[in-house]
């Protein structure tokens, strides 16, 4: 499963940087894209489960989805691309191209 795989890596780096501050974390932020979108309930879940018996247990995971990005290839606009309006939100053009998917990232992690 994707998530497990996901969970697994967050919380490797998440436990090698506890060690580095000697301090216990107690949330986390990760981002992801829209073409490889994580579920967040499984991947709670996962994370609950790998966590269990080190220093990431009970901690909380929040995720956040980052748009695509699209640009217009009439009037140069720069915009989110949603799926169930593909258009540009400037002139409504549907000739543009879409952007990169943000990769899945580790934004932050608080410690206590
Ligand atoms: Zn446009």
Known sequence: MHETMVAES???AIVAQAAELNAKPISAKISCGQLNPINDEVLNFAFE???RG???EQM???VVHIPLKAT???CGENFDFDIY?????????????IGPDAPLLLEEIEFK
């Open 54 to 56: 080190t220093v990431c």
């Open 85 to 97: 309006s593909p258009a540009c939100a400037n002139c409504e053009s549907e000739d543009f191209e």
């Open 60 to 62: 909380k995971l929040e």
């Open 72 to 74: 217009c290839k009439r």
């Open 10 to 12: 967050i919380l490797s």
């Open 49 to 51: 489960a790998a966590a």
